[in-house]
């Protein structure tokens, strides 16, 4: 997750800043190749959670270390905008998607039971370090080589990491014991557990997994509307543009304690909360980002968004986790992060349009605000979990 998310995402910002002042393509129309980018990887990421249960999450992202290094790549000549929609949108994607939320969520899911939303947002951390190194090193590197050049680091980052980490590391618990001959346990981490045999076809016939999969395409737009534009934005208001690309950074650092806190925090309350507590820290993030004028104030606009997508992150796949168990997590968990993914395609290129069109953020960056109570509202209504009893079974632990 440090490869995938710190190069392809949160380092777009920093890339999007210099493609428009090097090839003066409008911002709406850069900003589409991510909307593109994050609408493929929704739309594959229930293929792969159907991929992990038949081929394993190991060879799934291999394959997409390599597909990511070879789309970076191709980003270092790019010159038309068709080639950055086919590049970044699509075979960059693709690989991405291999290696990111899906099949990591799904390997650590598989691993923890009672103290799964600890595990998840530890493990998410990687995302929070990917985005505070690697938005800054590629500020310098375009300072130092173009951003052309720079992309050719990323390709070598993504692949010379992500493969052997993905070779040497990546399992989940049913393929470790399924390599090793070991004996299936039965999951059972006290005498209150989930059921674990909801089907995919059970969860989407309720409301709960469409009330969260709802509030989380609500809660990402609205995000991503600040996180892909605010490079630009400080420019625009005169802060310098390697400061304003420090910011993206330091927003990620500040969602690692986010990511941790608020994992721990899943466990010990009810996960609807921990949502709401999260998101109302963006809306103020918004309110801030609106009426900054100097690099103060979009420091604390970056304390508030990076807390707030560091502690949400980790709790919306335990939230599914809390309604359907993990037997069918990996499809069920790929079709909700497909309604999150048009969320998150639609922020970015919605900021840029409406910028195009009144020659302002304003009007995008209140959207956030509404979208952010609306998500709240929905969350809210998912409800608790039902829940089975079973006796707690002499010697297992499964914390």
């Not at 990917?130 to 951003?147: C, F, H, N, Q």
Request: with cysteine; glycine share 12%.
């Amino acid at each position: 997750m440090f490869c995938a998310e710190g190069t392809y995402f949160y380092a777009f910002p920093v890339f999007f800043e210099a493609i428009l002042k090097d090839l003066e393509w409008s911002r709406a129309q850069t900003a589409a190749a991510l909307s593109i980018g994050i609408f493929v990887i929704g739309a594959i990421s229930p293929a792969i959670g159907i991929l992990i249960g038949k081929i394993g999450v190991r060879l799934i992202t291999i394959l997409g270390s390599v597909v990511a290094g070879i789309g970076f790549i191709l980003l270092s000549t790019v010159a038309e905008p068709w080639q950055f929609y086919v590049y970044y949108g699509l075979i960059l994607s693709l690989g991405i998607a291999c290696l990111d939320l899906v099949p990591n969520m799904a390997a650590v899911g598989s691993w923890f039971v009672k103290r799964r939303s600890t595990a998840l947002g530890i493990a998410t951390a990687g995302i929070g370090a990917g985005g505070a190194v690697l938005p800054p090193l590629a500020s310098w590197l375009i300072s130092m080589y173009g951003w052309q050049t720079s992309f050719l680091f990323l390709a070598a980052i993504v692949a010379l990491i992500g493969v052997p980490i993905s070779a040497i590391i990546m399992r989940t618990a049913e393929e470790r014991k399924s390599i090793s001959g070991e004996k299936q346990e039965k999951d059972v981490s006290s005498d209150r557990v989930l059921i674990e045999v909801t089907t995919f076809g059970q969860a989407v016939k309720g409301q709960a997994f469409w009330l969260i999969s709802i509030g989380s395409m609500l809660w990402v737009w609205a995000y991503m509307t600040g996180l892909i534009h605010q490079v630009a934005f400080a420019v625009d208001v005169g802060i310098e543009r390697v400061a304003a690309a420090g910011a993206v950074g330091l927003l990620a650092a500040f969602s690692i304690p986010g990511r941790l806190g608020f994992g721990r925090l899943g466990d010990a309350v009810d996960k609807r909360y921990v949502f709401m507590m999260g998101t109302f820290l963006q809306i103020v993030a918004f309110i801030v980002l609106m009426r900054s004028t100097n690099l103060t104030m979009l420091y604390i606009y970056s304390l508030l968004l990076g807390i707030n997508i560091g502690g949400v992150t980790p709790i919306l796949p335990g939230l599914l986790l809390d309604h359907f168990g993990k037997k069918y997590f990996g499809v069920i968990y790929g079709v909700s992060s497909f309604i999150l993914c048009l969320g998150a395609a639609i922020g970015p290129i919605y900021g840029g349009w409406i910028f195009d069109t009144t020659g302002s953020y304003s009007v995008a960056f209140l959207t956030s605000v509404i979208l952010s109570f609306m998500a709240m509202i929905v969350v809210y209504l998912v409800g608790k979990p039902h829940r089975s009893h079973h006796w707690p079974q002499k010697g297992l632990s499964h914390d």
